[in-house]
């Protein structure tokens, strides 16, 4: 397979930090199975302005801080962070170095839709450009972006994102085609992308399957928000399932091979029973047999993962770590110490699994 066009990742030769795991057991794949923990964190390192992220992180930045104390505290193996700002290799280097400590030598992130012209008026506003014109809402290329960082290798040649995949070519799809008119060929279904992220764990691949689905809110009667995030993680869930309609950024069809193992991870912007989701949208990921829900939670909060205004729409379930069917779980959580401060409005959630 070709390599992805336009990612940028880091995979470091074997060293000291190379393959180990900060779960409870890694034993190498000739004693028995590793214990791997995986996590997602929107961890809202998202700014107004290209390149200020950057900016931040090569200087002290007290929200990165705080966001650095969340996943040394949670000591994730696998981690997606999302909202965090696209650009160059430079700025993936700059928080692995001076707030993670070097605990990450793998690291892959990739161009989003995000604040990307479009050159069509998709707003309905009368003008063309500016974010809501956008593939994805967002006030530059790259804004709300998202990372992988992993303590085991990243088989970056294997990696299939899913960016360009245009939402019309979704067999009965929710697009709504009053709404846009003429543009609704143009528009991508992927308001971030999609990623298949293969990891190499002791010999043994699991397929990181993230994504960001864009907020069921925002828009009008015509819900287009709520059916794009609706189809969205419908894509992973048909992914999943190996659905041959999906071609990839390098033009390569098909889903992931039947028998693979993986663990979806975002935050999904949708909850299986509050919110303005389309009913049943996160129920094409829980409900898919293919798929394992161990109902990450936490003391304070049960399973909501994000603290939203109140009282509408209050705390949510929104962010996912959902590991197929084949791998053992052993443990799973959200992030939300009662009386703490957070650097951002949603919570860590991770699971721990045998690999």
């Given at each position: 397979?070709k390599?992805?066009?336009?990612?940028?990742?880091?995979?470091?030769?074997?060293?000291?930090?190379?393959?180990?795991?900060?779960?409870?057991?890694?034993?190498?794949?000739?004693n028995?199975?590793?214990?791997?923990?995986?996590?997602?964190?929107?961890?809202?390192?998202?700014?107004?302005?290209?390149?200020?992220?950057?900016?931040?992180?090569?200087?002290?930045?007290?929200?990165?801080r705080?966001?650095?104390?969340?996943?040394?505290?949670?000591?994730?193996?696998?981690?997606?962070?999302?909202?965090?700002?696209?650009?160059?290799?430079?700025?993936?280097?700059?928080?692995?170095?001076n707030?993670?400590?070097?605990?990450?030598?793998?690291?892959?992130?990739?161009?989003?839709?995000?604040?990307?012209?479009?050159?069509?008026?998709?707003?309905?506003?009368?003008?063309?450009?500016?974010?809501?014109?956008?593939?994805?809402?967002?006030?530059f290329?790259?804004?709300?972006?998202?990372?992988?960082?992993?303590?085991?290798?990243?088989?970056?040649?294997?990696?299939?994102?899913?960016?360009?995949?245009?939402?019309?070519?979704?067999?009965?799809?929710?697009?709504?085609?009053?709404?846009?008119?003429?543009?609704?060929?143009?528009?991508?279904?992927?308001?971030?992308?999609?990623?298949?992220?293969?990891?190499?764990?002791?010999g043994?691949?699991?397929?990181?399957?993230?994504?960001?689905?864009?907020?069921?809110?925002?828009?009008?009667?015509?819900?287009?928000?709520?059916?794009?995030?609706?189809?969205?993680?419908?894509?992973?869930?048909?992914?999943?399932?190996?659905?041959?309609?999906?071609?990839?950024?390098?033009?390569?069809?098909?889903?992931?091979?039947?028998?693979?193992?993986?663990?979806?991870?975002?935050?999904?912007?949708?909850?299986?029973?509050?919110?303005d989701?389309?009913?049943?949208?996160?129920?094409?990921?829980?409900?898919?047999?293919?798929?394992?829900?161990?109902?990450?939670?936490?003391?304070?909060?049960?399973?909501?993962?994000?603290?939203?205004?109140?009282?509408?729409?209050?705390n949510?379930?929104?962010?996912?770590?959902?590991?197929?069917?084949?791998?053992?779980?052993?443990?799973?959580?959200?992030?939300w110490?009662?009386?703490?401060?957070?650097?951002?409005?949603?919570?860590?959630?991770?699971?721990?699994?045998?690999?």
């Amino acid at each position: 397979m070709k390599p992805v066009a336009g990612f940028v990742a880091v995979a470091v030769t074997a060293g000291v930090l190379a393959g180990c795991s900060s779960a409870e057991s890694s034993p190498d794949a000739q004693n028995g199975p590793s214990t791997v923990r995986l996590a997602t964190y929107n961890a809202s390192l998202n700014r107004g302005e290209e390149r200020q992220l950057a900016t931040d992180l090569n200087g002290e930045d007290a929200q990165a801080r705080a966001v650095a104390d969340v996943i040394a505290e949670n000591t994730p193996d696998v981690l997606l962070i999302n909202e965090f700002d696209y650009s160059d290799q430079d700025v993936v280097d700059a928080f692995r170095e001076n707030y993670l400590g070097g605990d990450y030598p793998y690291s892959f992130t990739a161009p989003v839709n995000t604040g990307v012209d479009s050159g069509l008026d998709l707003d309905s506003d009368g003008s063309v450009g500016g974010p809501g014109d956008a593939y994805g809402f967002g006030q530059f290329p790259g804004q709300y972006g998202m990372l992988v960082l992993s303590k085991y290798p990243i088989d970056t040649s294997a990696v299939r994102t899913f960016q360009n995949f245009l939402w019309k070519d979704m067999p009965e799809s929710l697009l709504p085609r009053d709404y846009y008119g003429s543009n609704a060929d143009a528009l991508r279904l992927s308001s971030k992308s999609h990623w298949d992220v293969p990891v190499d764990v002791d010999g043994r691949t699991v397929h990181i399957l993230a994504s960001h689905p864009t907020p069921p809110s925002f828009d009008g009667p015509e819900d287009r928000n709520g059916k794009r995030n609706h189809d969205e993680i419908r894509l992973t869930a048909d992914y999943i399932s190996g659905e041959n309609y999906l071609y990839d950024d390098n033009g390569t069809r098909g889903g992931l091979e039947s028998g693979a193992s993986f663990v979806v991870l975002g935050d999904q912007n949708s909850d299986p029973v509050d919110g303005d989701s389309v009913p049943g949208s996160i129920g094409q990921l829980l409900d898919n047999p293919s798929v394992q829900d161990p109902s990450p939670s936490s003391p304070e909060n049960d399973t909501d993962t994000a603290d939203f205004a109140d009282p509408n729409p209050g705390n949510l379930r929104v962010d996912y770590a959902l590991p197929s069917s084949d791998l053992t779980v052993t443990g799973s959580g959200v992030h939300w110490p009662a009386g703490v401060e957070h650097p951002s409005d949603h919570r860590l959630v991770w699971v721990d699994v045998e690999v």
